[in-house]
């Protein structure tokens, strides 16, 4: 069964600090993978999208890579500020299938304090 | 910018009542999604629709069903609404069939079934 695996569940840091979320998966053949930030009480919201031969990509202060050898990716935050205090859900698709065969992490959920 | 809305934040409902949930988008997307959302759990699909009119069940149909007259609608319908159907109900939609399209999600809906 395809599985993502996100670490930490739950994360606390310091205002401008980085921080870097782990992402595993076992999803195979795999095309893309996506992580999302959902706010509290809202829906989730793409952040980066990576194909099977990327290996990273950045949008402002967050950067994702990926290494498919080893099925994983990191989502890696810098500078912190409080509005980054959010759930971080990593999304792998398959190869084969469409929107529907998307497989969902858990989230690591982030909060960021003054 | 792409709007995905849904009828309702919050809902409390009584067990055994018929529960409808509402979801619009307004990007004249072909594919439309319900997923619950649960603690500890990733995003589960419920049922998909690429097509008005069409209807496909997901990892989780047992207890739902769903109707899509227009194509700017996506309705998930609670028959007969049980205490395990309490959940964070998340509607999302997306184009083409490409793997590749981001899916864009709704604030989301909080049911609560007691």
């Known amino acids: 069964k395809n599985q993502v695996e996100q670490s930490p569940q739950s994360l606390i840091i310091l205002e401008g600090k980085n921080c870097t979320l782990q992402?595993?998966?076992?999803?195979?053949?795999?095309?893309?993978l996506r992580w999302y930030k959902q706010d509290t009480g809202r829906g989730p919201v793409s952040l980066t999208i990576?194909?099977?031969?990327?290996n990273t990509k950045s949008n402002g202060r967050y950067t994702a890579t990926l290494d498919a050898d080893t099925k994983q990716s990191s989502l890696h935050i810098t500078a912190s500020q409080l509005s980054d205090s959010a759930s971080y859900i990593c999304?792998?698709?398959?190869?084969?299938?469409?929107?529907?065969?998307?497989?969902f992490g858990t989230g690591t959920q982030l909060k960021v304090e003054l | 910018d792409v709007k995905v809305t849904q009828s309702s934040r919050y809902l409390v409902k009584r067990t055994g009542e018929k529960v409808f949930l509402e979801c619009v988008q307004d990007?004249?997307?072909?594919?439309m999604f319900w997923y619950r959302q649960d603690p500890g759990l990733g995003l589960r699909l419920i049922y998909f629709?690429?097509?008005?009119?069409?209807?496909e069940k997901g990892d989780i149909p047992e207890g739902y069903s769903v109707s899509r007259e227009k194509k700017e609608r996506f309705s998930l319908i609670l028959e007969s609404a049980s205490t395990n159907q309490t959940s964070m109900y998340l509607c999302?939609?997306?184009?083409?069939?490409?793997?590749?399209?981001?899916?864009?999600f709704g604030p989301g809906t909080r049911l609560t079934v007691l």
């Open positions: 629709s690429y097509d008005v009119k069409m209807k």
């Open positions: 990007m004249d997307h072909e594919n």
């Open positions: 999302a939609s997306s184009t083409g069939t490409a793997v590749y399209n981001e899916q864009f």
């Open positions: 990576m194909t099977f031969s990327e």
């Open positions: 999304v792998v698709t398959p190869l084969t299938g469409g929107g529907n065969k998307l497989t």
């Open positions: 992402c595993n998966y076992t999803v195979s053949p795999f095309s893309n």
